[in-house]
């Protein structure tokens, strides 16, 4: 009786534990024959239950084990400690483990491990761990695809080579399947993947390409998921930047178009991904500069030069140097736009690095032709490019300030002047002769020097170029003096009075030089009393003179 | 004999005065000799001096006359080149004229407007003040959108906050917190907490099943949100899969082209094909494709069949090879044609006399 008991309670609690068939309907049997089978098939229960409960303590003991780990790995600190310990190789059969959850709580440690440094992601690599994933892959449901392509993505993102490796395992081709995946998430997670194989270089990109990945990521930016579109935007960009055939692979899937309604969204990340892969795709030719073009992003793109994130404005920024770089009528065309000043108060209301585009944007559009460059002058482009100059503190975004400087004021004298006027010339002679300034910055600060000088005739500009400026510079500034001063008799008057012709008198020169000639060229514009009056001891000449005179008594 | 003694007495002076005389002519012989001569020489010299005079009188003359033929000859030459530089000059500075006068107006009609230039810079500097502004006013737009979603998003805030703390509201009996008896006026959170609906307790919801739907992926890492199997897997289960192939020959193998044998791969119906290419051709090329019949009794029994062009009611128009004006009778006002009137010549007017009706003086 009080046996019957016991295995009646034993069924039951074996039913609350398991609840499944087998055992219940051992149980089951236990209750009926309660009575008659006391001994052996009692014995048989407890046993097989004992055995159970071992089998059930492991699988606990695995999922608590590999959920720890996935927990400590999000920390930084913990992962040396956990890398010493060995836990890739503890990992590694998780991965194959029967119960999904172990299986996919062990692919997201995983994951994170190989996210942290790169030797992890070369153990993850060299374990052969990768094979495994990409068959279980095509299989499993979307938690283990998430975790999957999330391993993935932090192995491939360290090194071309790592990348190579998920490449050579044929992990594309399911990363592709599991872009046409139902679940906004998995989609996340392979574009991801793929976006960070394609970065590294223009081999992988093309692997990526031949897997098929483009129309799909193209679909993918058509969802209705921000972040999913983000990651597409941001893939479809590292694709096209490498090579213009990548490009043109981008823009045949019809990327353009969806790119380009895309700028109007108000998420800030969506439009910096937006606008550097319509960056990079018109980075290469002027076909695709003018397709980009004709999605009709102009003036749309002017007011994201308006947008709070600094990055939207440095990645528009970038968009419309693309573009403008190519030819004299896509730069006519971002003028008539009024791309120009838009540009203009962007870089005015930018500090550092995100001011380069839009100066170097400045530069190429002067650079193109002289109405061009006029263009940029009336837009008021010259003294916020001198603020440039003299506020930045690095060494390239000054060079890119001098080069653009260089490209307006080179082309005719009005030019000339307009650069004259605001002062910058002293600036630019004291970059180039500083000592702290890179190579880079003196070689360009020295050409637009000489481009500048060559065409100025704005003397009062000129004038203190005399008394600072080394030899090199000095021959181009009294040329242009030289070129002047016969023409234009208030100038010559000026000239003296300011004592240039003083200083042109000091100027040694070996004869028969240019400069010998530009001098007396300037020498021949006045009379010969004058000249003399100003060459160096002439004072001296004319005591001398006064000592030798033996008066007439 | 005194004849011979005087004159031998006087022989001796006859001597010397034979002697003296002789002497003495010829004393005066050489000195009238040498005066002779001198005379003679003088005047032969005389007579040379004027043959020589007049030989450089006439030499004078011939040097004269040639150099003045060959000095005029020079100044014609020079007076030939003054005028031809004279000329050349005049005409190199109407050149320059007609240059400078075409080149100004080709480069203005043709290379470079310059008030266009201007026209066109004073065009873009207005759509950048135009684009300055509403880049402006759209920042200022979305600022102030942000504003509002920024002070919405506090009132919500505040409203959740007065309906948490809806019991420090104050009774009849007792004044709240907000409702201190020494200040003027109620607190504004008094009011607040007037107007708000007190929030009830969230009620426990019932337990559903573990359904597969996350709404994000930290939530499946929480242990709840696993899945767990109802009952072990049974222990002889089918090992997993492995040692695996090399990813790339299973590829290989999956996706190997077809590879027909030779009878396979050609298509069966070749030869219909060829036939079919033969007759198209054949009927591109023929307009007419029944036989021809070389005497004219073969087509005895058959109608001639003319061009519809020509057979139709409408015909071949006229209009454009007959008569090029398309001409409406019925709206005619006069049946009369025009009549060419010849005008007048001025001459004949101030004569008087015309040769048409037309331009007579009224």
Same mark, same amino acid.
């Given at each position: 009786m009080a046996a019957a008991f016991r295995f009646r309670s034993v069924a039951r609690e074996t039913r609350l534990h398991t609840g499944a068939s087998v055992p219940s309907r051992v149980a089951a049997a236990v209750a009926r024959s309660a009575g008659c089978l006391q001994g052996r098939a009692g014995c048989g229960a407890m046993s097989q239950r004992q055995v159970l409960q071992v089998f059930e303590q492991y699988q606990k003991a695995r999922t608590q084990f590999v959920q720890m780990v996935a927990e400590l790995a999000t920390r930084p600190q913990n992962i040396e400690t956990l890398q010493n310990a060995g836990v890739m190789a503890l990992l590694r059969p998780l991965l194959l483990d029967v119960v999904p959850t172990i299986q996919q709580t062990a692919a997201l440690a995983l994951g994170r491990l190989a996210n942290y440094n790169d030797d992890l992601a070369e153990a993850v690599v060299k374990g052969d761990i990768l094979p495994q994933l990409v068959y279980s892959l095509a299989e499993q449901n979307r938690f283990y695809k998430k975790a999957a392509a999330f391993v993935l993505r932090a192995v491939g993102k360290h090194s071309p080579q790592l990348a190579q490796a998920i490449v050579d395992c044929g992990a594309l081709d399911t990363l592709v399947i599991c872009l046409e995946d139902f679940d906004p998430g998995v989609k996340e997670a392979a574009a991801w993947a793929l976006g960070y194989i394609a970065?590294?270089?223009?081999?992988?990109?093309?692997?990526?390409?031949?897997?098929?990945?483009?129309?799909?990521?193209?679909?993918?930016?058509?969802?209705?998921?921000?972040?999913?579109?983000?990651?597409?935007?941001?893939?479809?960009?590292?694709?096209?930047?490498?090579?213009?055939?990548?490009?043109?692979?981008?823009?045949?899937?019809?990327?353009?178009?969806?790119?380009?309604?895309?700028?109007?969204?108000?998420?800030?990340?969506?439009?910096?991904?937006?606008?550097?892969?319509?960056?990079?795709?018109?980075?290469?030719?002027?076909?695709?500069?003018?397709?980009?073009?004709?999605? &009709?992003?102009?003036?749309?793109?002017?007011?994201?030069?308006?947008?709070?994130?600094?990055?939207?404005?440095?990645?528009?920024?970038?968009?419309?140097?693309?573009?403008?770089?190519? +030819?004299? &009528?896509?730069?006519?065309?971002?003028?008539?736009?009024?791309?120009?000043?838009?540009?203009?108060?962007?870089?005015?209301?930018?500090?550092?690095?995100?001011?380069?585009?839009?100066?170097?944007?400045?530069?190429?559009?002067?650079?193109?032709?002289?109405?061009?460059?006029?263009?940029?002058?009336?837009?008021?482009?010259?003294?916020?490019?001198?603020?440039?100059?003299?506020?930045?503190?690095?060494?390239?975004?000054?060079?890119?300030?001098?080069?653009?400087?260089?490209?307006?004021?080179?082309?005719?004298? &009005?030019?000339?002047?307009?650069?004259?006027?605001?002062?910058?010339?002293?600036?630019?002679?004291?970059?180039?002769? $500083?000592?702290?300034? $890179?190579? !880079?910055?003196?070689?360009? $600060?020295?050409?637009?020097?000489?481009?500048?000088?060559?065409?100025?005739?704005?003397?009062?500009?000129?004038?203190?170029?005399?008394?600072?400026?080394?030899?090199?510079?000095?021959?181009?500034?009294?040329?242009?003096? $030289?070129?002047?001063?016969?023409? !234009?008799?208030?100038?010559?008057?000026?000239?003296?009075?300011?004592?240039?012709?003083?200083?042109?008198?000091?100027?040694?020169?070996?004869?028969?030089?240019?400069?010998? &000639?530009?001098?007396?060229?300037?020498?021949?514009?006045?009379?010969?009393?004058?000249?003399?009056?100003?060459?160096?001891?002439?004072?001296?000449?004319?005591?001398?003179?006064?000592?030798?005179?033996?008066?007439? +008594? | 004999m005194a004849t011979l003694a005087r004159l031998q007495g006087r022989a001796s002076i006859i001597e010397n005065q034979y002697y003296f005389r002789n002497s003495f002519v010829d004393k005066f012989r050489k000195r009238e000799n040498d005066a002779a001569i001198k005379i003679q020489s003088w005047f032969r010299g005389c007579k040379v001096r004027a043959y020589l005079r007049y030989l450089h009188k006439q030499v004078t003359i011939i040097q004269k006359w040639w150099r003045g033929y060959v000095g005029r000859k020079k100044y014609q030459l020079l007076v030939k080149i003054a005028y031809y530089t004279m000329k050349m000059n005049f005409y190199n500075a109407m050149a320059v004229r007609i240059q400078r006068r075409w080149r100004g107006y080709k480069i203005r009609k043709y290379c470079f407007n310059y008030f266009y230039l201007k026209e066109y810079l004073r065009a873009v500097s207005e759509t950048n003040d135009a684009i300055r502004e509403a880049l402006k006013e759209f920042a200022e737009m979305k600022e102030r959108e942000e504003k509002k979603a920024e002070l919405e998003r506090e009132e919500k805030q505040r409203d959740h906050q007065a309906r948490k703390m809806h019991y420090l509201l104050s009774t009849k009996q007792l004044p709240g917190i907000y409702n201190s008896p020494f200040s003027k006026e109620p607190d504004p959170w008094e009011l607040r907490l007037q107007k708000a609906k007190p929030l009830t307790h969230r009620r426990p919801k019932a337990r559903q099943k573990h359904s597969i739907s996350l709404?994000?992926?930290?939530?499946?890492?929480?242990?709840?949100?696993?899945?767990?199997?109802?009952?072990?897997?049974?222990?002889?289960?089918?090992?997993?899969?492995?040692?695996?192939?090399?990813?790339?020959?299973?590829?290989?193998?999956?996706?190997?082209?077809?590879?027909?044998?030779?009878?396979?791969?050609?298509?069966?119906?070749?030869?219909?094909?060829?036939?079919?290419?033969?007759?198209?051709?054949?009927?591109?090329?023929?307009?007419?494709?029944?036989?021809?019949?070389?005497?004219?009794?073969?087509?005895?029994?058959?109608?001639?069949?003319?061009?519809?062009?020509?057979?139709?009611?409408?015909?071949?128009?006229?209009?454009?090879?007959?008569?090029?004006?398309?001409?409406?009778?019925?709206?005619?006002?006069?049946?009369?044609?025009?009549?060419?009137?010849?005008?007048?010549?001025?001459?004949?007017?101030?004569c008087g006399k015309l040769y048409s009706k037309a331009g007579q003086i009224v």
């Open positions: 970065r590294h270089n223009a081999e992988l990109s093309q692997a990526v390409v031949d897997a098929g990945a483009v129309p799909l990521l193209v679909l993918c930016i058509q969802e209705p998921e921000v972040a999913l579109k983000r990651i597409a935007a941001s893939a479809l960009s590292d694709i096209a930047k490498h090579s213009p055939e990548l490009a043109q692979t981008v823009v045949d899937a019809g990327a353009i178009a969806h790119l380009a309604q895309m700028i109007l969204n108000p998420d800030a990340k969506l439009k910096r991904q937006v606008l550097s892969a319509l960056s990079q795709i018109a980075k290469h030719s002027v076909d695709l500069a003018e397709m980009v073009v004709e999605a &009709e992003i102009f003036p749309v793109v002017l007011t994201c030069l308006k947008d709070k994130d600094d990055y939207v404005k440095k990645n528009a920024c970038t968009l419309i140097r693309e573009i403008a770089k190519h +030819t004299p &009528e896509l730069s006519q065309l971002i003028v008539n736009a009024g791309g120009v000043a838009a540009v203009i108060d962007c870089v005015g209301s930018c500090k550092g690095n995100t001011r380069l585009p839009g100066v170097m944007m400045l530069g190429y559009v002067a650079a193109h032709s002289e109405n061009l460059a006029m263009a940029v002058i009336i837009s008021k482009g010259v003294p916020q490019l001198c603020i440039c100059l003299s506020e930045e503190p690095e060494d390239h975004i000054k060079a890119a300030a001098a080069w653009a400087l260089g490209q307006i004021g080179r082309h005719t004298p &009005e030019h000339a002047r307009a650069v004259a006027v605001t002062n910058t010339l002293p600036v630019l002679l004291s970059l180039y002769m $500083s000592a702290e300034s $890179s190579e !880079d910055l003196q070689v360009k $600060s020295k050409k637009a020097i000489k481009n500048i000088l060559q065409k100025c005739t704005y003397l009062p500009a000129l004038e203190p170029f005399l008394y600072d400026a080394p030899p090199n510079i000095l021959k181009h500034v009294v040329g242009q003096f $030289s070129k002047v001063l016969p023409h !234009d008799s208030k100038a010559r008057r000026l000239f003296v009075t300011s004592g240039g012709l003083k200083k042109v008198q000091e100027i040694k020169a070996e004869p028969g030089s240019l400069l010998q &000639e530009y001098i007396n060229s300037i020498n021949n514009c006045y009379p010969e009393e004058i000249v003399r009056y100003y060459s160096p001891g002439y004072s001296d000449t004319l005591l001398q003179r006064v000592d030798s005179y033996q008066p007439l +008594t | 709404h994000s992926w930290l939530a499946c890492t929480s242990t709840r949100s696993f899945p767990r199997s109802e009952v072990l897997p049974p222990i002889n289960r089918k090992q997993c899969q492995g040692p695996f192939r090399d990813i790339t020959e299973v590829l290989q193998q999956r996706y190997k082209p077809l590879e027909p044998t030779l009878r396979a791969a050609e298509p069966m119906n070749t030869l219909k094909e060829a036939r079919e290419d033969l007759r198209r051709d054949e009927s591109m090329r023929n307009i007419n494709n029944n036989m021809f019949l070389p005497f004219s009794s073969y087509h005895k029994n058959k109608n001639y069949l003319p061009l519809i062009h020509s057979s139709s009611k409408y015909g071949p128009d006229s209009c454009g090879h007959q008569h090029f004006r398309d001409e409406n009778p019925k709206k005619w006002i006069s049946d009369k044609d025009f009549q060419t009137v010849l005008p007048s010549f001025d001459l004949f007017s101030r």
